[in-house]
């Protein structure tokens, strides 16, 4: 069956890596059917709004979305595709390809995955003034006085579930199956701040524990998460499935990407129930905006994702082989990387592997 795929380009240099990873997906001739959701300021001039009913109607009815990047005007959009579709599970890959840019001696090797809690945490958007405490008289433990006395100020909840960090961990352990089905190691480390946060980072912490137990054939260690962030840059090569709550994966995968060669390598998936979505992990680049030269390698490594999605595993492994041999050839490589090439002249090499 025919595959609907929503586009969404998003903001400043974004399309600038978005459109030429379409048009390698079109190279491949898999039939998919592109739709273009009025999204972002295009859509406040025709639609009167960034995100109109249309937009949601289109998403709904597409099989997958994915994303360039936003620097606001298509926010409401990515804000429906996290929360309105609950996709959950935010899966950030590490692996370093030969040729990168990589601040490391030794960076071969390196392959490991960050899955991070997507929808909790301090991503509730739960602030305000600590003022606004004081019905609720809620004591500082390190204080030892009611929080609203230190006004003026302001406060933010962290939000941890036992649904929410159960069905992460699951699909943590589950994907470190997938993994070693690939000829990965198969194991799942978990980090949180359990020591100085007893009931809530501790909740997450204890969930992982409880849901090893049942993944008895994947190895599990649980690490305070400063300790993690440690190991991860220092032994990188000793890690394979990573599941963090919410701000720590989003924090730590951009640390990751850095040991890779950056964040132009840096791919994401939101996986949900339902529905995924596809996008790179780097911004919209406003610096480099119209010239040409942002890496395209994180937008097409989201893209090899997405294809696994749809059940088109053969096409992923295609475009990640092209990368692959782009990287080690060293000839196409784009100024964040040492080379020289454009976005449009690496996509090219790409293609011709393709």
Known sequence: MTKTVALIPGEEAAPEAFEPTVALLDHLRLGLEWVRPPVGNSAQETHGSTFPKQAREMIDAADTTFFGATSGASAPALFYLRWGKLTYANVRPARYFRGAKSPLAKPDGIDFVIVRENLEDLYTFAEGDLEQLAPANLMSGTWRRPLHELAPGRFAVKVITEAGSERIVRFAFELARQRREDGCPGRVACGTKHNMLPRSDALFRDIALRVAEEYDD?????????????????????????????????????????????????????????????????????????????????????????????????????????????YAEGKALTRDQGGSASTEAFCAAVAERL
């Open 218 to 326: 994947i190895p599990f260690e649980s690490y305070f998460i400063d300790d993690l962030a440690h190991r991860l840059v220092a032994t990188p090569h000793a890690f394979d499935v990573v599941v963090m709550p919410n701000l720590y994966g989003d924090i730590l995968s951009d640390a990751a990407a850095a040991l890779i060669g950056g964040l132009g390598l840096a791919a994401s998936g939101c996986y949900g129930e339902n529905y995924a979505y596809f996008e790179s992990a780097h911004g919209t680049a406003p610096d480099i905006e119209g010239q040409g030269i942002i890496n395209p390698t994180a937008m097409i490594l989201s893209a090899a994702m997405m294809l696994g999605y749809l059940e088109l595993p053969e096409a992923g492994c295609a475009l990640v082989d092209a990368v692959t041999a782009v």
